[in-house]
């Protein structure tokens, strides 16, 4: 069935290089990505997003890359640090102000 | 500053009984969100309103009720009907329109069956 999911539970870094995470979704007609950072015992946070009409989007030490080709949206954090040690959460969107569909989270781990 | 406030954020339930999770928010949203989340999954959605008085069931309400009496509030009772309600669950808000229709969370309230 359509599904948006990750390909890596868990992912393990040293402190100052760049992340990558990754979301796979099924449905081509999706048109807004979300990336949400959820810390332990803590609700989501906003990062950041995109809409199917834009490839790349750039906040703060962050990057959204989105390939509508192969359905696939990655998250990219730079000089990554232990603060940015939480799960991860790609949410996508398929109809304008309808509800948001949520992959399973992956887990960033940032090690010293 | 404007916000979404789950409370409490602890809670436990004998078996047999019924709980509600309260969720307020003052960011003048018109949407409200209530997920499931579970160790390891994804959040799932077990209710949302778009507007005061009216709500309708995402994909797992069986054993859950809510109501949307006023714009700011949306509390979830948690009925003994639900089997398996240990869980973490989150409140969410959202506009309805405009170019950033994102979630904003509550920081949750954890649920254990005692």
């Not at chain 1, 030490?61 to 990655?74: D, E, F, G, I």
């Not at chain 1, 940015?84 to 309808?98: I, K």
Request: a neutral charge.
């Amino acid at each position: 069935g359509e599904s948006v999911g990750l390909h890596l539970p868990t992912l393990s870094v040293q402190e100052g290089d760049n992340s990558i995470i990754n979301c796979a979704y099924s449905n081509s007609a999706s048109d807004y990505f979300i990336w949400y950072k959820q810390e332990s015992g803590k609700g989501p946070q906003f990062i950041i997003d995109i809409r199917s009409n834009m490839d790349k989007r750039q906040g703060q030490r962050v990057t959204v890359l989105l390939n509508k080709t192969v359905k696939h949206l990655s998250l990219q954090i730079a000089a990554t640090q232990p603060g940015d040690s939480a799960v991860y959460f790609c949410a996508e969107n398929r109809n304008y102000g309808q509800n948001f569909v949520f992959g399973p989270g992956t887990r960033l781990s940032v090690l010293p | 500053d404007g916000g979404i406030t789950q409370s409490p954020k602890y809670l436990f339930r004998k078996e047999g009984q019924n709980v509600t999770l309260s969720c307020e928010q003052n960011l003048n949203h018109d949407a409200m969100y209530w997920y499931r989340q579970d160790p390891g999954q994804g959040l799932r959605l077990i209710y949302y309103s778009q507007i005061v008085n009216d709500f309708q069931k995402g994909d797992i309400a069986e054993g859950y009720s809510v109501s949307r009496e006023k714009k700011e509030s949306f509390p979830l009772t948690v009925t003994s009907a639900q089997k398996n309600p240990t869980a973490f669950y989150l409140c969410a808000s959202s506009v309805l329109a405009g170019p950033n229709y994102g979630y904003t969370f509550g920081s949750g309230t954890r649920l254990t069956v005692v």
